[in-house]
Every structure is written in structure tokens, then in C-alpha cells.
């Protein structure tokens, strides 16, 4: 069987992480996504990394994309943008909502030219135009920041902390994607497109609906995280070991493994919430105990006893059993890096099979983009020498 999305045309215009990641997330399904970059590329191909020639996160992604150069503050650049939007099915961006109105993309332009289009406007804090910070530059960090994440991670010392890992931003890259989905569904039963609109506020909110509670008459401070219990990592005879049982049948296994035999049957210990209350006795007896073995020692141990997980370096997963029997690493043959292993499919549907596809270079396919909706070699080429198109 085909792909899910195989046919739907997918016109991504989104820099930096999360919309190139949504985006990502549809080819994996099938979406044709051509990635419009601006003169220059996306901004994310220049910034600094450690390999010599490209940028590691854009590699990472920019899966499952042809890239085309288009410069749409040019009138030629912008009437050879129309012309793509006419055979798209769906439209992603992520500028600020003052920027697609001056560019002559919004969303009222793009429905006169293809009517059913799927119009996909990510943005910081939202659109509403009550929304003091609408037009605000808005970061994965900033967010963290402004939503009570970096707060909620310092919550031992009280010095907010920042998650590291781009956190915010491939967690938002899941509604894009999701938002996308959702709105071809509705169009393949009503035949409208729609505009939606993903934020990376809506989605900080949304990472945080377990604590995003407040009951009437509760203090301001309320205590909302309820994470502080004896799990967690631990260090070993060699690496750190992560471990966290809180049902009876993982206590009972863990008491086991580390020799705490006369916890297991007395009363003191009997529920969570009593262990949680005794965790200053616990969690000495724990770090105590697995000095006995290193990490993957214990991890061995205890497989499908306790939940419990040795700490690695991500450089030590590339070649995991695990990871190779799930297919979540490929090798790319790439001009400027030649082969690199990278992720496989984030989605994994049971229907169709396409492997995914490299990063392309900036503006790889231009010519093959273009000549497919119809431009001659000659217009291409005008198009080029002007500098609308690269």
C-alpha cells in the first residue's frame, strides 16, 4: 500500500526547528515537501556546528525534502511562489503574523489562488490580536521561561533552569504536524481547507496539562510538581543508573535486588505515599547499594523487574539492538558530508514503506520543482538571473 500522505504536496517555508521538524514529520508519511528557502537558505544551515560543511540540525530536520531557493520579496519570486501554491495542497510558515501579510502570503491571498489549501501558521505566543506578545519573537527557551518549565526544573535550588535539547521545539513540531493532519481530514470530508494555527505557547501549556491546574481557593504557591520521591538517577560502581519503582511488584523486585528484605512486608513502606514521605531513609540505602555493580550491571539485573535504565551519551545508542531492530537509524550518502547515520522514521504507520530521504542542499531541486508545474528552462533560467530564484 501507498503512503498515507502519498500526493498531498506539502510548500514549507519554516525555518530554525520546529516547523522543519513538523514538516519532516509529514514526509515521513508520504507528504512531497518542498522546503521554499529564502536567498541564502534556511538561517539554521549557518549556524555554528561541529561538522565542517553543514549544519548537524538542519541534517536532522530536514528529512524527507526538495529544496527549492525562492525570493519572495521579489515580484518574480512571488508570482513563481503562486504558482507553487496553486498545485500545493498545503502551506506551513513560521513568521511572525505582521511578516506574511507584508510578504503577500497570508492566508486570504493564498485561498484566491487554490481555495481548499491548507494554511499552517506556526507562531511564538499566538495570533489573536488581544495578545500583548503576539508579534514578539518567540524561542523554544523564551518559552520555557515565560510557561514555568525552566522554574519547574529548578525546583531543588530555586535557580530556574533551561531543558536542554530543543525541547520546546520538537515538542511543538508534533502539533504542526498533528494540526496539518487533522485539517486534511476535515477537507477530505467537507472538501474546505482551513487555516491553523500551532503556537509554541499553546504547546508549553499543553507539555505541562498534569501541573496546569488550579482549584479554587488554593495558595498561589501551591505545590503543583509531585515528582520528588526516590527515583531517579543514581550513581554506581561505574556510569549512573536511573531506576524508579513505585508499584508494589517493581518495590517488591528492587528491595530484592538491593537487599532490603525487611522492607518489603513492613507496614511503614506499604504504600507510595508513605515511601515518598520516608525518601530521605530510602534514597541513601539505594545510592548505597548499587556501588555493588556498574550501571549496565544493574540494567541487565533488572530487565522487565524494576524499571531502571543505564545513563548514556547519545554516541553509545547509534549501534543499540533496540534502535537497529525499531529501524530508527539510516545511513545517508550526503555531497558535503558523504555518509552519515541519522534518524529513520519518527512515525511508523504499518502502511506503505518509503525510506526516508537526506537533507537537501539549498535549492537542490529548483530546477526539477519549477519544471514540474510547468516552467520552461528559459523562464527558469530568467527567473535565476533576476535573483528570484536560486
Sequence with gaps: MAD??????????????????GCALLGDVGADVIKV?????????NYPSSLPRENRTFLGVNRNKRSIVVDLKSKEGLVAFYRLVEKADVVVHNFRPSVAPRLGIHYEKLRALKPDLIYCSLTGYGENENGPLRDHPGYDTMLQCFTGLAALQGWETGDPKIMQGSIMDYHTSNFVALSVLSALVHRLRTGQGQHVKPS???????????QFIWAEGEPRDVERWWGASYSGIYPTKEGHLYLQATTPGFWKNLCEFLGFTEWIDDPKFDTLNKRVELRDMIKPRIREALKQ?????WE???????????????SD??????????????????????????????????????????????????????????FKKSEIDALRTKGAVA
Excluded at 498531498?8 to 516547523?19: E, K, P, R, S, W
Excluded at 541564502?40 to 544551515?45: F, H, I, M, N, T
Excluded at 509554541?200 to 507539555?207: G, V, Y
Design 4 to 21: 498515507a500522505l502519498e500526493g498531498i504536496v506539502v510548500l514549507d517555508l519554516t525555518q530554525y526547528l520546529a516547523g522543519p521538524y
Design 200 to 210: 509554541i505557547l499553546r504547546s508549553a501549556i499543553a507539555l505541562q496539562a498534569g
Design 317 to 374: 545508542i547509534f549501534d543499540h539492538p533496540q534502535l537497529l531492530a525499531e529501524g530508527l537509524v539510516v545511513e545517508h550518502e550526503h555531497p558535503n558530508v558523504g555518509k552519515y547515520r541519522a534518524m529513520g522514521k519518527a512515525i511508523h504507520t504499518g502502511i506503505g514503506d518509503t525510506p526516508t530521504k537526506r537533507a537537501p542542499l539549498a535549492g537542490e531541486h529548483t530546477d526539477q520543482i519549477l519544471s514540474g508545474i510547468g
Design 37 to 45: 528557502e529564502p536567498p541564502g537558505g534556511d538561517a539554521v544551515r
Design 293 to 297: 555493580r556498574t550501571a549496565l550491571e
Design 300 to 314: 541487565a539485573i533488572m530487565l522487565g523487574k524494576v524499571p531502571s535504565i543505564a545513563v548514556r551519551a547519545m
